[in-house]
């Protein structure tokens, strides 16, 4: 099936960038930027997962605790996904858009007043679960705006969530750093007030998405929930979704803290967690602007059916060689080619659904972060058998889950028309 409303076949000297700014009225510019930037500063939450070692010596937490801290916020994400798409048909996305902005400064605003492991538990749910929210509702408000340019628009926004896992590794590394040189402060001191600053910050952003003075609000679109327009094949390719959302939460959480096991006998200074974690998200940053530069329909079927198929078979590969090069390579490689896949895969099903879009980023939302949940809590368990020697072993299966996703991805792409 083609796309509808694609690219002239000789398009203008311009940027994508530019094109898209072209395509979008002056009077959204400002809550483009910030629906951009108010996704990337609402996934701070992930420094949660690189803090690892020292937040589960700091409140006195057993491995399977803190499995749980970094997984808290899997399963509420997932019911803010779909509750976020039935809100957006029937107010619009950018009301629903605001609202969960401000779910995310009162998450944040929890964690940065979570003196007690209990009240930094709840804040680091409602701030991941509300920040899944943000994520689905803001790609059907975008792909409102820039109607023959889903794929591009998408990996522009992927590749902006990939420039927050590139910056804030590095910034709790650095905090890191600096507790280890001063270990008389307590770590509290580093947690805590960037917490607080995120909160005040979204909670700002929130205010910009506000009604302006007669401007009409958004009609309900009346679409079911119940089917995807496009039947069993948008149906698997939200399956792959699924399996690569999964997965990509399984590492988010586990890669940090295998790398700081016990499982490796010497380890370059280089394979910090904060500083691979960082080099993983940079390569998803770059792949998908990458693709957000290319013409709508270029490498469309192969950008559909071959990334985390390649991708899941690198990082296995390097996780085999049971090395913290081998696994550090692995990953940043591997997610290099498999990040291709999810814009390329939103893209069409953008296109397939239409209205029924924001519903099926509602399903892809709540999908991975119960499937996330469940493969976490898979790893936590394994890994407690296994002990820290052997921790590297549960990034195994996600790099199995991605393999499998690939393969589905094949059998739905070939030998048919996407």
């Known amino acids: 099936m083609d796309h509808p409303g694609l690219a002239p076949t000789h398009p203008p000297r311009i940027s994508a960038h530019e ?23 609402a996934g701070y939450g992930q420094v949660l997962a690189i803090f690892g070692a020292t937040l589960q010596a700091y409140y006195g ?41 401000v779910g995310v400064a009162i998450g944040a605003a929890l964690v940065a007043a979570g003196q007690r492991w209990g009240v930094m538990l709840m804040g680091a749910a409602l701030l991941n679960g509300f920040y899944n929210a943000v994520y689905v509702v803001s790609q059907p408000y975008l792909t409102s705006l820039f109607p023959t340019q889903q794929r591009r628009v998408l990996a522009l926004y992927l590749a902006t969530i990939a420039a927050a896992g590139v910056l804030f590794p590095l910034l709790a590394q650095w905090l890191l750093s600096v507790h280890a040189r001063n270990p008389e402060v307590a770590f509290g001191w580093f947690l805590y007030p960037p917490f607080a600053l995120i909160a005040v910050l979204t909670l700002f952003g929130a205010a910009l998405f506000r009604r302006r003075p007669g401007e009409t609000p958004t009609a309900p679109t009346h679409v079911s929930a119940r089917t995807l327009h496009g039947g069993g094949r948008s149906a698997l390719l939200l399956a792959v979704l699924i399996l ?21 006998e010497t380890f370059s200074r280089l394979m910090k967690p904060g500083y691979v974690m960082a080099a993983f998200c940079l390569t998803y940053m770059i792949a998908r602007t990458g693709l957000s ?15 985390a198929l390649l991708g899941g078979c690198v990082f296995l590969a390097g996780v085999m060689l049971h090395t913290g090069a081998g696994i550090a390579a692995g990953v940043i490689l591997g997610s290099f080619i498999w990040s291709l896949q999810v814009p390329a895969t939103l893209g069409m099903l953008s296109v397939r659904e239409g209205p029924r879009f924001g519903w099926a980023v509602a399903l892809f939302g709540v999908g991975a972060s119960i499937g996330g949940f469940a493969v976490t809590q898979a790893m936590s368990s394994i890994g407690d058998r296994l002990g820290d020697l052997q921790l590297w072993r549960i990034l195994l299966i996600p790099g199995a889950i991605y393999v499998t996703a690939g393969v589905t991805a094949a059998a739905c792409v070939c030998g048919r028309r996407a």
């Open 61 to 101: 937490l057993t491995l399977r605790q803190l499995g749980l801290t970094l997984s808290v916020g899997m399963i509420p994400a997932g019911i803010a996904a779909i509750l976020a798409g039935a809100a957006t048909a029937g107010w619009g996305p950018r009301a629903v858009l605001r609202w969960c902005l």
């Open 244 to 264: 690569i959302g999964s997965a990509d939460n399984a590492v988010s959480v586990w890669l940090p803290r295998v790398l700081q096991s016990s499982s490796f």
């Open 19 to 41: 094109q898209l700014g072209r395509s979008a009225k002056p009077a959204h510019t400002l809550r483009v930027t910030a629906a951009f930037v108010m996704t990337l500063l």
């Open 293 to 307: 530069l290319l013409r709508e329909q270029t490498g469309r079927r192969l950008f559909l059916a071959l990334p």
